[in-house]
């Protein structure tokens, strides 16, 4: 997986014209120094702190921008959890079902593909796991 800076983004959210405020550059520079796949709750709570006039509405609708410019993506791993990925390369995810932790790992997504799907416009593909990590076994 290719790494993801703060640069790169920035040139991006500019190139489609997107309004580069202090909110969004710091949301944006949480995501990157973050990559664990945080909940709109875990993204304000943790830069309210630095950030007290910051509310979840901003982190909300920053989040909802930055998916629309295709620069992060809605991963669902449990039901009603939205989480945010900053890592928007095709790649699975595994969830460790004792610490919680959510990793990526590389997988060949374009393979995945069954005969009995022909008929059916895939609009995306997701393969997430669960089990124990390393660390908890």
Do not use: W
Request: proline letters at 2%; aromatic letters at 8%; charged letters at 30%.
């Amino acid at each position: 997986m290719n790494a993801i800076t703060f640069e790169n983004l920035e040139r991006e959210l500019k190139n489609k014209k997107i309004n580069l405020s202090h909110q969004r550059l710091k949301i944006l520079e949480y995501l990157i120094e973050n990559q664990t796949h945080p909940t709109v709750d875990q993204i304000y709570t943790d830069l309210q702190i630095d950030m007290p006039t910051l509310s979840k509405t901003t982190v909300y609708n920053t989040l909802k921008l930055l998916v629309k410019a295709d620069l992060v993506k809605v991963i669902t791993i449990e039901d009603n959890e939205a989480r945010y990925d900053i890592n928007i390369e095709n790649h699975g995810h595994i969830k460790c079902e004792s610490c919680g932790t959510i990793y990526d790992f590389n997988i060949d997504t374009d393979s995945l593909i069954s005969s009995d799907l022909e008929d059916f416009k895939i609009d995306e593909k997701s393969v997430y796991f669960k089990g124990i990590c390393p660390r908890c076994r």
